[in-house]
């Protein structure tokens, strides 16, 4: 196959228009859909969602849904005996120093059954 | 007698007495490579594992991408194995995986209009195409070749392999090159294209955007990229799939394996598997210099692109809007929005340009895959 | 002229001049698979890459699972190759690994009586095949179908992917939602087949289980199952060989690697091109609605045959044992086992049941593996 | 292949009844074995399993001879310097909080060269 | 009737029916292999996994290892599939890519002398090999008896796959079991060829290495060492990847993959294939028995090869070097370099042998390699 | 394919031969190597080098020009807001857990931006 340089001409120019095209739908999906959502989500979806937010986010606020039976024990998988709901597991060792140095028990005699994030 | 016999067999077999200049020469550009890539940290993570494949597949009679022979139970060798991921496609859409995972879109997503810098920055891709074919390549060759100016190694690497494989490891490595030179192809263009006052313009603040809107991006931009342009499935479709799994927060450990272990097994084999396909016969031919300078190009009329249209953008939002994040349309994520960010604070020590550089940066890894995708369905 | 020919080719190849309705449909049905993963959280690691697999495979001339052209060098799909996978039953096995690695036997080691429980939870895969014979599927069809009733996603995809391939994605789709349903399928046939002073039995403690047991426990199981029943080899022999890692404690790297990384790369294969096998011609037909209304079937009866099986427990033992822990025996690990706890724990505050009823659970999953391996002998 | 409804019920009866059977004789199998480990491990296998004990098993006596070169180096890979015995990375970085701060020495002054677990 | 139809069916599939002594043999060794690798620790990551393939492959009917009959869709056995990474050799070099990145040659850079004594240690090779000859095995067979000497176990598949694939289950089983009997096959050795004075000798401080010469360290041997022998490019090559992504700084992600996901899956993979490959028929035969014999004498004679050497180079020395650190040149990293520090303890307790027994423990690697590189040259 | 003894002999006295040649040109080389780099290493290519040098050393000097932006992005994706420069997550989990208590600020109010290793 070989084309003329007109043809190739052409076909750039086609193309550029193309890929401008495309994503010009795109801005147009977008926006469509951040202007349906964030109308919908203001009534009803946003507490639903908010059970998906990341478990990562310990800064925001968690709502106790959140804690299902599937995130405990995900994570108890690798911590043994001790749950931990919405909270990281390196917090969670911050945690546990700080309140064996603070209660001068040691921590082979220290106990923790579960870590929870306060609801706020 | 056996020994003599031996001492030939082992002769033979020594690539001392079978390495010609050419493949010295490959070797001595492996060295500059594993240099750039190591010293100059020009993206090691692929540039080091290519070049150590151009030193493994010139150094004489190793056969590592021999193919198995016809008609015979021996093995083909180890390269031709793992090069079959590249054959075949699968590896770029493995890689596309993982960067959705490690994606953020929001900021493109606060700020749709992200998306026109992201197209106009793919120019360099039809310049470099149009004055590649003025040089005698063909059609396929010369699409293979503009799609560097897309700045996206996975993307440029699909694309290469199924209309001109034959000059894969030359694309890749220009590829991977100029988006490691970024930093300096960049600026020049950038002052020369905008006024300082351009250039000093503060952007406002990106609206928050909702965990919802996360969830609905990739979903929607699948639907609508792979409807118009069904070829750029295995891109875009991937690329998303991994931007679900990260924002839909429920898989995280699907999301952790496609950003560590997953990507990185495929750049191993992908890296060292296209830098063994740089045999010294078919790369040392003045061709290989035409498409590091036409790579060049790509990538300079990319930025030009993108930087034009930022300032027509400036103009119609009143000047809100810095024409300076038009250059990180070139994708080259996060490098190009990160050049952005210093030349903003440059003209304006009080700019902080980055977070609204990324919209047009990751919305340039859209536009590339969609390049692709028509370039694919005109020559594929 | 040139223009107008590319027009038309990219007219061409757009989704939008080829979408059926009933693509339509698919792509709906997948964005409500994605709802259920995302926001209800069923078995989203599973679901949510089985959905956009769907998603993928209804949007048209895309091409992801194309085979590649006879006689011709262009590859096949994406896909196409992930699948393959799937269509040799590599996958199910591979995530059979890394189950045996994160399961703890403990509890049924303690007590090994939970494995008639995990027996009589098999009902359901025995009645939903009859049913679906009744219905007119062969008799391939109608195993793979009862298979949902075991309540295993894996053994379920392994067998259909050997007995009644153009099933698999509506099998693959009602077997883990409705392991994802559980909570709400369980307890009204709990409380309707079993009195309140059956539900408040306490059970006693179980024994402790030594390092020694633990270790012989998944080599004695692999023996004696794969001398009994051969078929069953790669699921009984893969998940023991995981749990032998788990347990013998001097491989934890290769343990860690079976949970992590390789379980969750094949899980991102084995879901996407699961759901890519849900072409729209394919899957929506009557029998796909049969599939689903005999799965609830098929899960239901294992229910009741757990509970049954658990009543005639509770009077051989003396009142022992509680019934509860009978319905655990659908495998579902770890669901089925904390719906009995919490309905031991409705009945009587102080009832901690969980860890009697991870017994019957793991059971469950090797019964579902031996009821698959027969099925594989019988109709194999 | 197609076959009567009555020649699949009992298909399906005799499945069931090899399920029923396959686990039965499981539970035999599983049931002598216990016995048969329970006594003879009463006696001697017990110290050489115990050695096989794993590692994660903090709160576990620890016998020396657990700590085989082989543990030693697995950890070491990624704790540099520091030698872990019969401890996790987690707890040793507690500990080494824990130390640092009471004896008020900044943890860049401190030196670990291993940790061991006390034998009860 | 279907009841009785089925019911044979059954048993007719059913291992008991068809199970022979031979395999029961082969099912205690599987036992015994699993003891070895559990309570005795002996290279439990390959030992483990191997015993369990033997058993797997042992137990009748299970047709893991079948190839997929010919002209049909059915598929092959799980591990037929599995095994193709062995049969076309590579999973042993995907393992040297990870040890080569888990690996310091820094105390072989610092004193390269230990390359003498990793060469002298591959005596045992070319011992083993002669005495195989006499035996009666064919020169691809004696020459893949005789790497067992080289202890190093991934040389030793890759080599065996190549020349004498029915012997691989033995020669890799010999292989891990003499290497994790080194610590008894060793120390009487030492003692009776080396005096005390010599035990007891101190020597230097190793120099510090620079970064610049830990980097070129692995280009410079992959280059050397392919041209020399071309054969050996696959096991080279990706040890010195593997050992370049480490030193270079600049890919961390990939060091680390290669180090833990990519070794351990390629791990789990290999040794359950190998195992399997150990079928009744093939593995009960005199042959097995003399192999296990001729791999005691080639791990023998590599040791008092290095000790021989040792001493030369003691004298050449004037006394600077403890011949002791010439056995730890048989590699078998680091259990070799721990008996020449435990041993050199014995003598003097203030003796610390051990970085200074690295040096010549890495080198044997490479010795290992060069060895059947050359073997592969003569007779592949 | 059949030899005789005295050829096996020979192929392998022959092999020992090439194998120890191969070792010998590669102490050869690599003595060569050792003294270019360090001759030339002393003079001018040592700064360009020690930029590559591991982020893992953390007590080596770190030099400011070793944090690029490239190091810095890497660490935050596992990390979240905090930017780790030049210190490995542990380190930075004690330095926290030490702040917080010396403070007697609990950790979920404390803010921490970055922490990066001194240079000396
Ligand atoms: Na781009
Ligand atoms: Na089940
Ligand atoms: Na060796």
């Not at chain 1, 639903?48 to 990562?56: I, L, P, R, W």
């Not at chain 2, 998306?115 to 891709?125: E, P, S, V």
């Not at chain 2, 294209?193 to 952007?203: D, H, I, N, P, S």
Request: charged share 15%; net charge neutral.
């Amino acid at each position: 196959m070989s084309i003329s340089m007109l043809d190739g001409l052409l076909i750039a120019v086609f193309s550029m228009t193309v890929v401008f095209s495309v994503l010009c739908i795109l801005y147009l999906v977008i926006t469509a859909l951040s202007k349906t959502l964030n109308k919908v989500g203001m009534a009803s979806a946003s507490n639903a969602v908010k059970q998906a937010d990341k478990q990562t986010e310990v800064t925001a606020p968690a709502p106790a849904a959140a804690a299902t039976d599937k995130d405990i024990n995900t994570v108890s998988i690798s911590t043994g005996e001790l749950k931990l709901i919405n909270v990281d597991e390196k917090t969670a060792a911050l945690i546990m120093a700080i309140v064996s140095h603070e209660s001068q028990i040691p921590l082979s005699e220290l106990c923790f059954k579960s870590i929870r994030a306060l609801e706020e | 007698m056996m020994f003599v016999d031996a001492l030939q067999t082992i002769w033979r077999n020594s690539g001392f007495s079978a390495i010609t200049w050419q493949q010295c020469v490959m070797i001595g550009i492996a060295f500059v490579l594993i240099y750039l890539a190591i010293v100059k940290k020009f993206e090691p993570l692929l540039l080091l594992t290519i070049a150590f494949g151009v030193l493994l597949a010139n150094l004489p009679l190793a056969g590592l991408m021999n193919e198995p022979p016809a008609g015979s139970d021996e093995p083909g060798g180890l390269l031709y194995y793992l090069y079959l991921g590249v054959k075949k496609g699968i590896y770029p859409s493995l890689i596309f995986l993982g960067i959705g995972a490690m994606t953020d879109f929001g900021p493109l997503i606060a700020r749709p209009s992200g998306l026109f810098l992201g197209a106009a920055a793919q120019l360099g891709i039809f310049s470099a195409f149009l004055i590649a074919l003025a040089l005698g390549f063909t059609p396929q060759e010369a699409a293979s070749i503009g799609i560097i100016g897309g700045a996206d190694g996975p993307t440029a690497i699909f694309l290469t392999t199924r209309l001109a494989p034959e000059l894969l490891p030359a694309i890749a490595i220009a590829a991977y090159s100029y988006m490691a030179l970024i930093p300096m192809i960049q600026p020049p263009l950038m002052r020369l294209l905008t006024t300082k006052k351009e250039r000093e313009v503060k952007m406002e603040q990106l609206r928050e955007v909702t965990k919802l809107e996360r969830i609905c991006f990739p979903i929607a931009v699948t639907v609508f990229c792979i409807l118009l342009l069904p070829s750029v499935a295995p891109l875009i479709g991937m690329l998303m799939l991994g931007n679900l799994f990260r924002e839909s927060g429920v898989v995280e450990r699907l999301s952790e394996t496609a950003q560590n272990a997953l990507i990185n097994i495929v750049t191993i084999f992908l890296g060292v598997t296209v830098g063994a396909t740089a045999r010294a016969d078919r790369f040392l031919s003045p061709d290989t210099l035409k498409i590091i300078a036409l790579g060049l190009i790509a990538f300079a009329f990319s930025t030009v692109g993108g930087l034009l249209f930022g300032k027509i953008m400036y103009w119609l939002s009143g000047g809100k809007i810095n024409p300076l994040i038009g250059s990180a349309g070139v994708s080259a994520v996060p490098m190009a929005a990160r050049v952005s960010q210093i030349e903003g604070q440059k003209a304006n020590p009080s700019n902080y340009l980055l977070m609204h550089a990324m919209g047009p940066n990751v919305a340039g890894v859209i536009g590339s895959a969609v390049a692709a995708g028509i370039l694919l369905a005109l020559f594929g």
